[in-house]
């Protein structure tokens, strides 16, 4: 009997843990191939796809029983990117290869039926994770060297084929460590320009003051008023995301398979408009067994745009509430429960009633019509929106008076807000406004009386809850660092609040 080991990854989510694999070819008996560790159906086709690739190599496969084990047993493994660590568990075990480079050694590949190793999802993630666990190096398909060298402190082979592996195991060559040339992607296009915009003074200065503090934000108003223009400028204000962001969303698109062979790491905020017809499981994420990634974790780190959120419906929107508080998705499913990142920032836009007319004066909707339509949007939804603002109707094809702002004049107002929050809250670890506690804000930076005195009227009231002044305490501190100041003042605790009115939605 001859026992071997070779290790792969196992992905939840946008999280893994390291697999060992073991490969036992015993003697005597029966020929057989058995797995074992809970494999799901396109791992459990595995076994045919390694059997085939180890004889199209060629190499022998061993005419005895052969049983592989994934351990830990009691997790659940799916996904083809196993096959390689499979398959180098056999030739080692049946001692058609030596097991010494094994050792401290990760593979990952889905096998075609010749041989071939084609690429696999998630390769960032899993690198990630196989680093934290220890291991030395690993071997990856060739088409994702480009996706694996953006993780440092691992050593890193390509191979195209099974054969180049076991050549490499016997030390008779070597493995390619760089990726081979790919032309250069074509340059990002530019975002849409602030100053298309025309009008719209006070979604202007909302649309700012989101970009500064990272807050949510709903546009009300009818069609043509550039309610989507507006949302769709939102990322060029928004500014390159640091280190660690940009690879959390790189690794959320090797999850997603949006990564191709010139892999490199996402800089700019990510921009998610999916169509009002999306169902549940397109939004937050869904599917049977392990659940995938949906818009609002492809969108985590940037902006989640909902045009026409009114048609989306109750049941969609009342779904993002969880993310919108906590910052992440929990799907449960037959197979387990997993956590994907959802910290985004949330537009949505929407008419004022079913008919949507250019004037207000010219609606037919009778009142209880309105009303059914924007309720729609609830209260314990509305209460997570930081700003809500009334669109304009356009009366002008010309803006009189000064030039409007373009996107590179705020982008600078915003990258400085933007600075002056990150160095107030570094000591906590938080980058923007939005993120801070409101536990925080009511006591380490608690604001004078003088300054919050209509925020308590207003609680005092009803007319807002205690989420509702949290947020108002965080919009207005955005709103200090876009003046300049060192804390809010009563004048910007008022404003917060008027971008709560309840008539603006």
């Not at 309720?375 to 009189?400: C, E, F, H, N, Y």
Request: contains cysteine; proline residues 8%; hydrophobic residues 40%.
């Amino acid at each position: 009997m001859v026992l071997r080991r070779t290790w792969a990854v196992a992905l939840f989510g946008v999280d893994g843990a390291l697999v060992e694999i073991e490969a036992d070819v015993r003697k005597g008996g029966l020929p057989s191939l058995s797995l074992l560790g809970l494999p799901d159906s396109a791992l459990q086709e595995a076994k045919n796809r390694v059997r085939s690739a180890i004889q199209n190599c060629p190499e022998d496969w061993p005419d005895c029983c052969v049983t592989l084990a994934l351990s830990p047993a009691a997790m659940p493994k799916a996904g083809t990117s196993y096959d390689l660590a499979l398959a180098c568990a056999v030739l080692s075990a049946a001692e058609l290869v030596p097991g010494h480079r094994l050792v401290g050694t990760v593979f990952f590949g889905e096998l075609a039926l010749d041989g071939r190793i084609r690429q696999v999802r998630g390769l960032l993630p899993a690198l990630l994770a196989a680093r934290r666990s220890g291991m030395r190096r690993a071997i990856v398909p060739a088409s994702g060297l480009a996706e694996a060298h953006l993780v440092d402190g691992i050593e890193i082979l390509g191979a195209e084929h099974l054969r180049d592996v076991a050549t490499w195991l016997r030390e008779l060559g070597d493995l390619p460590c760089h990726p081979p040339e790919v032309p250069e992607p074509p340059p990002e296009e530019t975002p849409p320009d602030l100053s298309d915009v025309l009008g719209q003074p006070e979604a202007r200065w909302a649309l700012e003051v989101a970009a500064a503090g990272g807050h949510h934000l709903l546009m009300t108003g009818p069609p043509g008023t550039g309610k989507t223009m507006l949302a769709k400028r939102l990322s060029g204000l928004l500014p390159e995301l640091p280190p660690g962001e940009s690879l959390e969303v790189t690794a959320i698109s090797s999850v997603a398979g949006d990564l191709g062979e010139s892999a490199r790491l996402v800089r700019t905020a990510p921009f998610v408009a999916p169509h009002p017809s999306l169902s549940i499981a397109a939004l937050i994420g869904g599917g049977s067994g392990l659940a995938r990634p949906g818009a609002v974790t492809r969108s985590h780190r940037g902006v989640l745009f909902l045009d026409e959120a009114c048609e989306l419906g109750p049941k969609r929107l009342e779904a993002l509430r969880t993310a919108l508080e906590e910052g992440e998705i929990r799907l449960a499913r037959r197979d387990g429960t997993l956590r994907y990142p959802a910290r985004f920032q949330l537009v949505m836009a929407t008419n004022p009633c079913p008919c949507a007319p250019v004037r207000e004066i010219d609606c037919e909707c009778p009142p209880q019509v309105r009303r059914r339509y924007l309720g729609k949007l609830s209260g314990p939804m509305l209460d997570r929106v930081d700003l809500r603002v009334r669109m304009r109707p356009i009366t002008a094809m010309t803006v009189r008076g000064t030039e409007p702002e373009n996107t590179e004049v705020v982008r600078a107002r915003v990258r400085r807000a933007r600075a002056a929050a990150s160095e107030r809250w570094a000591v906590h670890g938080w980058q923007t406004n939005t993120e801070v506690p409101g536990t925080v804000l009511r006591r380490e930076f608690a604001l004078p009386a003088r300054s919050t005195a209509l925020l308590d009227k207003g609680l005092e009231s009803g007319a807002i809850t205690a989420r509702g002044a949290d947020r108002c305490l965080r919009v207005a501190w955005t709103l200090a660092d876009l003046d300049g100041r060192e804390r809010p003042e009563a004048d910007h605790v008022a404003a917060a609040l008027e971008f709560r009115d309840r008539r603006a939605a």
